[in-house]
């Protein structure tokens, strides 16, 4: 089915994972054997995921602190491996279709063949703003976007990507599993092995070679294991997840784009945040077009825009305004607005850093801080020695050094955005101001 791996291959891209799940941790090489074989795939029983939720703590000028749970399942090694394998294939397979539909530079997401990151994207979306002069911008993000994968719609779109009328066996043994899933709570796992349920929690249970014994797992399983029941979702975390939202959004992004295109837009989507720039032919024609686009929205199951990040714009002369569409009436704000698009912010002249972004960076350098200087049992070289590691992390790296960190992406996107932007000013007086919050 398409091109396939050979091992060569398969070990530069496969990772080795040392956290512990039900079966016993796999090195790439000894897998290899097992995961290419399609006869053993399509009998392959796999574990359930384990999950757990990470809270993200976000803040707003507009809304003050804020907080966001995010689930996140992962799965057990050789299952792991054998997604991998799989999400390389049909990658290949997708990068073909996304070259053939004139698609690379509208999804952008979870590719291997572009050779872009988010800066050169980001820099592609306000330059083309810039280009038209005068356009109208629509700036969107898809509400549970894994948690609400229509299944059926999703494998209408890989056999329409493979060529074929049905699932062959193995690749129908992996699109069950990922829809059809089932998790286990990674707290109860925890319990079982009787670790506090806290970051000191997870990393003495990663250390242990095997989450539990077959026996206790035979015994539990009947309580513990929550399938899902529902007809669409898939886990996000997994190693073919990815891959598979983009093959799920091909005919939207297609219709999309050819919408877009013809007139000197752009269409732009990363994962469920996505960018559209059309040019100013009159609020008339806008109104239409912000029509056309929801149709396209709505033809396509379970996509359904997240009100608080849909946005919409307005750039002329220099000077970006936000909109509403109500009862095919286009309404302006006064106030001077900025585009926010994958970490960057446009205010009609100057590209800077997202100051979410940037707080982000100084949360978790502040964070890091404090540990080193409320921890009173540290000796004083044992400070030392972290403040010279904290320095590394979050410091200027000098040289040839291989050590990246937020500062050194900014430099990449300085060097990218030209100096004329302000892309640079986190770098400012960087190290005095971690020395002074460290007092040394």
């Known amino acids: 089915m398409g091109c396939k791996m050979n091992i060569d291959e398969w070990m530069k891209i496969a990772k080795y994972r040392g956290y512990t799940h039900f079966d016993r941790k796999l090195s790439a ?45 992962y799965s057990a090694h050789k299952d792991r491996y054998i997604y991998q ?48 002069g005068s356009c109208y911008i629509i700036i969107g993000d898809f509400t549970g976007f894994f948690d609400n994968l229509d299944h059926q719609y999703l494998k209408t779109r890989i056999c329409d990507l493979l060529q074929v009328k049905k699932l062959p066996d193995d690749y129908y043994a992996i699109f069950k599993n990922i829809t059809k899933f089932s ?51 898939i886990p996000q975390g997994s190693a073919i997840s990815a891959v598979l939202s983009n093959i799920y959004m091909l005919e939207f992004d297609a219709k999309m784009n050819t919408y877009v295109s013809p007139n000197n837009g752009l269409y732009m989507r990363y994962s469920d945040d996505f960018i559209i ?84 960076y100084y949360n978790k350098l502040n964070r890091s801080i404090r540990k080193i200087v409320n921890n009173e049992y540290d000796t004083e070289t044992k400070k030392i020695i972290k403040c010279i590691r904290l320095y590394k992390k979050f410091g200027l790296q000098g040289g040839n050094n291989q050590n990246r960190n937020f500062l050194t992406y900014v430099g990449r996107a300085e060097s990218r955005f030209g100096s004329n932007e302000r892309v640079n000013l986190v770098k400012k007086r960087h190290i005095q101001k971690i020395r002074k919050k460290m007092r040394v």
């Open 29 to 73: 090489k000894k897998v290899w054997d097992y995961i290419s074989d399609s006869n053993k795939i399509k009998r392959h029983g796999f574990y359930p995921f384990i999950r757990y939720t990470i809270t993200i703590r976000k803040y707003s000028r507009t809304r003050g602190r804020m907080t966001k749970k995010r689930v996140v399942c």
């Open 277 to 360: 720039v059309v040019p100013k032919n009159g609020d008339e024609s806008f109104v239409k077009d912000y029509e056309t686009i929801m149709t396209i929205i709505s033809e396509t199951p379970s996509l359904e825009l997240e009100p608080s990040k849909t946005k919409l714009f307005e750039f002329d002369a220099g000077r970006i305004s936000s909109l509403e569409v109500q009862d095919n009436t286009v309404f302006r704000s006064e106030k001077k607005q900025q585009i926010d698009y994958l970490g960057f912010s446009f205010d009609g002249n100057i590209v800077s850093i997202r100051d979410k972004t940037i707080s982000k």
């Open 85 to 132: 394998y799989y999400s390389y294939l049909l990658n290949n397979e997708y990068n073909k279709r996304a070259q053939n539909d004139d698609l690379n530079c509208c999804a952008i997401a979870y590719r291997n063949n572009l050779g872009k990151n988010n800066i050169d994207f980001a820099k592609a979306a306000f330059d083309n703003v810039k280009r038209l």
């Open 183 to 233: 998790c286990w709570d990674l707290s109860d796992l925890l319990k079982e092995n009787g670790l506090p349920n806290s970051s000191y929690g997870m990393r003495q249970f990663n250390k242990r070679d095997i989450a539990l014994s077959l026996a206790k797992f035979k015994t539990l399983k009947s309580k513990q294991i929550k399938p899902n029941k529902n007809s669409f979702g």
